[in-house]
């Protein structure tokens, strides 16, 4: 048996809520014992997005283990940097439902013209995540145009735009998010007591944004908007 303990030995309500997912992430959580927790959350971030992107559509096993892992580390920001992520109480399921229907952050070209994402929910998971990983740690102007500077989105709210995306991407796909949740959590929990995440820092934190924003289901959006160079996620805060 693992340090955390089996899964199996927890009884799971019949359906998830937020409080409840939240709850059993809480002792698979060791990227606090690294020097710098955020850098791992957002080089985790990046690179489990341009995972999910590359995810093949026919396989939903490696899809739902994609919307897993992209829900436990926006679960984990939202932790870390004490905001809420979505309604406690509420289930997982009633979040997709609700979340498929909601508008994304809106999107600018440089020259200010709207850009129309509707249906590509591939595009729509990486500025979404671009975006939160920028908030995090500000280094693109160019992922905001057409909004003032002190008007952006706040992070409760670019986190949040983040959940609908991975929610439209999951709905899209016939993913659902209470099965990708508990998919995480069996593999979180089957990993036995060590601190993997210091460990594997050396690998995890070469996930470039850059990766994500040159992939080919984002690239076209990404070039539309005219985005340089994001740095590397090795540079801390």
């Known amino acids: 048996m693992s340090a955390r303990g089996e899964l199996a030995a927890i009884e799971l309500p ?6 409840d997912y939240q709850a059993l992430t809480l002792p698979t959580v060791q990227y606090t014992e690294a020097p710098d927790p955020e850098l791992l959350l957002r080089s985790g971030l ?4 341009t995972e999910l992107l590359s995810a093949d559509p026919a396989d939903s096993d490696a899809q739902h283990k994609e919307v897993g892992d992209m829900l436990w580390y926006l679960t984990e920001v939202a932790r870390f940097r004490g905001v809420p992520l979505a309604g406690g109480e509420d289930t997982l399921d009633a979040h997709q ?4 229907a909601w508008p994304t952050l809106p999107v600018y070209t440089q020259a200010g013209e709207l850009v129309d994402l509707a249906g590509q929910p591939h595009a729509n998971v ?5 975006r939160l990983v920028d908030t995090l740690s500000p280094e693109s102007d160019e992922l905001w145009h057409g909004y003032h500077p002190a008007l952006r989105p706040n992070l409760q709210q670019v ?9 439209q991407f999951a709905t899209a796909h016939e993913i659902r998010l209470d099965e990708a949740a508990r998919r995480a959590l069996q593999k979180v929990y089957g ?8 460990e594997d820092a050396a690998q995890i934190v070469t996930a470039d944004p ?15 908007l005219a985005v340089q160079g994001f740095g590397t996620a090795t540079q801390a805060a």
Not at 159 to 167: G, T
Not at 215 to 223: D, E, I, N
């Open 191 to 198: 990993r036995p007591r060590r601190p993997h995440v210091v």
């Open 14 to 19: 019949a359906e998830l809520t937020f409080a």
């Open 210 to 224: 850059e990766r994500l924003a040159t992939h080919p289901a984002a690239q076209p959006l990404l070039g539309r």
């Open 46 to 49: 990046v690179e489990e997005a």
């Open 97 to 100: 439902l609700a979340f498929s």
């Open 159 to 167: 986190l949040r735009n983040a959940l609908v995306s991975v929610c």
């Open 126 to 130: 990486a500025i979404a995540v671009l």
